[in-house]
């Protein structure tokens, strides 16, 4: 069974600082690999995705992941925080077998201090 | 091109009464997921649709049921409300059947409150 674990529910960074969230995922196949962002009263935007091509994978706004097989891991990074970073943040995993049926995190709230 | 629509996008309901929600997929998009999401349990899948089939469902229970129209539109209800099913219900649309181009594309949401 798929599975996706999102260490840290709350993390703060500095304005300016590197943002780095954490997923590790369980998966008895080939993994597709997700980080969606999610606003205030709005739903969820893909940020990046990983579908088996390179491993390091760019997304919007500036943020990138790298899939690393032999630590199950997805982990999401920016390079400088934004205000406008603060959302939740949630990986998600799904495969050929489970297909649309995606299995996410229970979520990344990021607070950007000024 | 519009996105996934929800509707209504608030509302408050009491125990032991029905909801039914309502979602229009982006044109061309012919599978509807929908997601339970709560502060607890985060997003949890409910059920998949695809050409009016349900092709995958969650772990809830039978008070939760779906459909899909011929023209993609879906609609979920939840019969028989509890305090529990209070929370955000998303629904997604994709243009691929699976596979690695299987993106979601998630609308604003429904807010449900049952008191």
């Known amino acids: 069974a798929q599975s996706v674990t999102q260490l840290g529910s709350h993390v703060s960074v500095s304005e300016g600082a590197l943002v780095l969230l954490r997923c590790n995922y369980s998966s008895s196949v080939p993994p597709y690999l997700f980080w969606y962002v999610q606003y205030p009263n709005q739903g969820l935007q893909l940020l990046l995705k990983y579908t088996s091509a390179a491993t390091l994978v760019k997304g919007i706004n500036g943020f990138e992941a790298e899939f690393k097989k032999s630590e199950t891991s997805f982990h999401l990074t920016k390079p400088s925080a934004h205000m406008s970073d603060a959302a939740e943040y949630f990986c998600?995993?799904?495969?050929?077998?489970?297909?649309?049926?995606?299995?996410f995190g229970t979520g990344t709230s990021l607070t950007v201090i000024p | 091109k519009a996105g996934v629509t929800q509707t209504p996008r608030y509302l408050i309901k009491t125990r032991g009464q029905q909801v039914t929600l309502s979602c229009s997929p982006i044109?061309?998009?012919?599978?509807v997921s929908w997601y339970q999401q709560t502060p607890g349990q985060g997003l949890q899948f409910l059920f998949e649709y695809f050409s009016e089939t349900q092709r995958n469902k969650g772990n809830f229970p039978g008070r939760f049921s779906g459909r899909q129209f011929s023209n993609s539109r879906s609609e979920m209800n939840v019969s028989t409300l509890e305090l529990g099913d209070s929370a955000l219900y998303l629904c997604?649309?994709?243009?691929?059947?699976?596979?690695?181009?299987?993106?979601?594309?998630f609308g604003e949401g429904s807010r449900l409150t049952v008191l």
């Open positions: 044109s061309g998009h012919r599978s």
């Open positions: 997604a649309s994709s243009l691929a059947p699976s596979g690695p181009t299987g993106e979601l594309f």
């Open positions: 998600a995993v799904s495969d050929e077998i489970t297909g649309n049926q995606f299995y």
